[in-house]
Structure formats: structure tokens, C-alpha cells
T-cell receptor
Framework: DVKVTQSSRYLVKRTGEKVFLECVQD?????MFWYRQDPGLGLRLIYF???????EKGDIPEGYSVSREKKERFSLILESASTNQTSMYLC???????????FGPGTRLTVL | SQQGEEDPQALSIQEGENATMNCSYK?????LQWYRQNSGRGLVHLIL?????REKHSGRLRVTLDTSKKSSSLLITASRAADTASYFCASQGAQKLVFGQGTRLTINP
């Protein structure tokens, strides 16, 4: 079975801190994605990547950056965390082409 | 917003009954997908229907797609308590998935 893991289930940070969210998949998938999920707003795409060292902006990239140095790992970085970045963050991966995505368990981030 | 819409937002039925959820999307698609999310967890991919398909089955799931109306429906037959979850449709165009707001399904024993 495909496994997508995220580094933390719950995370509490302070305003202005630099935050790293890590995602690792074990199925050699080309595509990886970062979403945030908020009540009433659904899932919104932050960034995605089709290959190592490649990245594309999603719908809400402001305040975030990403890194993909290895195929299996996709990191989301909050350069200077703000309270409006308190959310559930979901990582996903998929093979190249048009297929379903496999999601990690999510990281619930609280920024105080 | 590019997001699709789902209807109803919440649905509560008795165990053993069928549950139907509807989804509308806004742009032309390559495929449409349905996902389930248990409370506070990640999403699980349930089924994918391509734009040239009209109906697809997987176990107790039946999905229909009407590209002329830009709509899809998910039917869960003979519901079980374990089906209690949120269900999301996601339309895929050239690149990314666009998710609907979700339907919260509650199965009462």
C-alpha cells in the first residue's frame, strides 16, 4: 500500500517563527502536493511538484515556499508564521498522469 | 472561485439506507474523483471516473458523470455506521484537482 507520512500530527508555533512541514511518500510517485483545509473553505492547493527540484504555485502560495530535493520528500515552509496560517495541512502524492492522489494523515498547525 | 459545489452539505440517514451526494464543477475536466475523510484525518481516494465515462461501480459505490451538466453523483448503497465521514468530489482538468466543499454523511444505527 502507498504510504504518505507527515512529520507531525499536531504542531504549535509562535507568530514569526519559521516552520517546516515534512512529507514523505514511499511509492516513487512523481507528483506531490500541499493543501490546507479550513472549515467552510474546503481544500485549497498551496504548491505542487511534478519532479525533483520542480515546483508550481497553487491557488494560495502567498506566505509559503516549498522544497523538493529528493523524489520522496516534499517540504512546506512557512517563512514567518502568522495566525492566519493556523490550519490543517495535508500532503498528497500521485503517479504521473491522471490518477487519484494518496493523502497523508495531516498536520494540524496552530500559530499563536 | 474555481471550487465545485456539493449538495447536500450534510446528510443523516439510517443504517441500511442508500445515500446520494451530488457535485457540480465549473470547467472542462479530464476526470472526476471522490474522496472520503474521517474526522480529523487525511483523505482516502474512493473512485475515479473519466470524462468519457458515464457510470462506474466499485463495491457499494456507484458514481455517475454528466459532462453536459458538469455534474456528478455518488451513491452509497446499504450504508453502514463505518460510512460516517465527509465525502468530497474533486474535478481534474489539465493539472490540478479542484475540490468541492464536501458532504458530511452521518449513518445512524
Amino acid at each position: 500500500d502507498v504510504k504518505v507520512t507527515q512529520s507531525s500530527r499536531y504542531l504549535v508555533k509562535r507568530t514569526g517563527e519559521k516552520v517546516f512541514l515534512e512529507c514523505v511518500q514511499d511509492m516513487d510517485h512523481e507528483n506531490m502536493f500541499w493543501y490546507r483545509q479550513d472549515p467552510g473553505l474546503g481544500l485549497r492547493l498551496i504548491y505542487f511538484s511534478y519532479d525533483v527540484k520542480m515546483k508550481e504555485k497553487g491557488d494560495i502560495p502567498e506566505g509559503y515556499s516549498v522544497s523538493r530535493e529528493k523524489k520522496e520528500r516534499f517540504s512546506l515552509i512557512l517563512e514567518s508564521a502568522s495566525t492566519n496560517q493556523t490550519s490543517m495541512y495535508l500532503c498528497a502524492s500521485s503517479p504521473a498522469g491522471f490518477y487519484g492522489q494518496y493523502f497523508g494523515p495531516g498536520t494540524r498547525l496552530t500559530v499563536l | 472561485s474555481q471550487q465545485g459545489e456539493e449538495d447536500p452539505q450534510a446528510l443523516s440517514i439510517q443504517e441500511g439506507e442508500n445515500a446520494t451526494m451530488n457535485c457540480s464543477y465549473k470547467t472542462s475536466i479530464n476526470n472526476l474523483q471522490w474522496y472520503r475523510q474521517n474526522s480529523g484525518r487525511g483523505l482516502v481516494h474512493l473512485i475515479l471516473i473519466r470524462s468519457n465515462e458515464r457510470e462506474k461501480h466499485s463495491g457499494r459505490l456507484r458514481v455517475t458523470l454528466d459532462t453536459s451538466k458538469k455534474s456528478s453523483s455518488l451513491l452509497i448503497t446499504a450504508s453502514r455506521a463505518a460510512d460516517t465521514a465527509s465525502y468530497f468530489c474533486a474535478s481534474q482538468g489539465a493539472q490540478k484537482l479542484v475540490f468541492g466543499q464536501g458532504t458530511r454523511l452521518t449513518i445512524n444505527p
